[in-house]
């Protein structure tokens, strides 16, 4: 399956992505967000969460390594995870993920290298910001992996209105 590109000028675009990207998330799917410090993905993240409706206020798990979020309208739960400050695979098991990731939606940052082997299918969310510090514009690559992903349109787009919906 071929990578979809989206050009995503503002935070608040951001969000409006992941609330987007919410719309095809569905219990059991990994999501694998990656990018640089500041780049995006704890925003990525809180779109997915008020895509999905869910409890609480989405903010980076770092230092206490993954939240739970129920969804207030019986869809799946969110399970946010950053993987920052753990070395590998090993440590992610420790989390113990795949006795959730069948209900849930998980979501883990900084999980290239590490998460990976959790699922045979995933989707992969690639951030990029620019290299001018004064520019927000962020380049995101999704790529589908497996067969969960195939015939699935990731084109997806996201505009700073989306947030007022």
């Given at each position: 399956m071929e990578p979809s590109v989206v050009v995503?000028?503002?935070a608040a675009s951001m969000h409006a992505l992941g609330r987007r990207l919410a719309t095809l998330l569905r219990a059991g799917d990994l999501v694998?967000?990656?990018g640089e410090l500041g780049e995006g993905k704890t925003a990525l993240t809180q779109g997915i969460g008020a895509g999905l409706d869910v409890e609480g206020a989405v903010i980076s798990p770092t230092f206490v390594l993954s939240r739970v979020h129920r969804s207030r309208t019986g869809g799946p739960t969110l399970?946010?995870?950053d993987?920052?400050?753990l070395s590998g695979l090993a440590e992610v098991e420790d989390l113990d993920l795949d006795a959730s990731l069948a209900e849930?939606?998980?979501v883990v940052e900084w999980g290239e290298g590490k998460a990976e082997q959790l699922s045979d299918d995933r989707l992969d969310v690639v951030i990029q910001r620019s290299s001018d510090?004064?520019?927000?514009?962020?380049t995101v690559t999704l790529s589908g992996i497996g067969s969960r992903w195939a015939g699935v349109d990731l084109a997806l787009d996201a505009t700073p209105e989306e947030i007022d919906e």
């Open positions: 995503v000028p503002t694998l967000a990656c399970v946010h995870v993987a920052y400050r849930s939606v998980t510090p004064e520019d927000e514009t962020r």
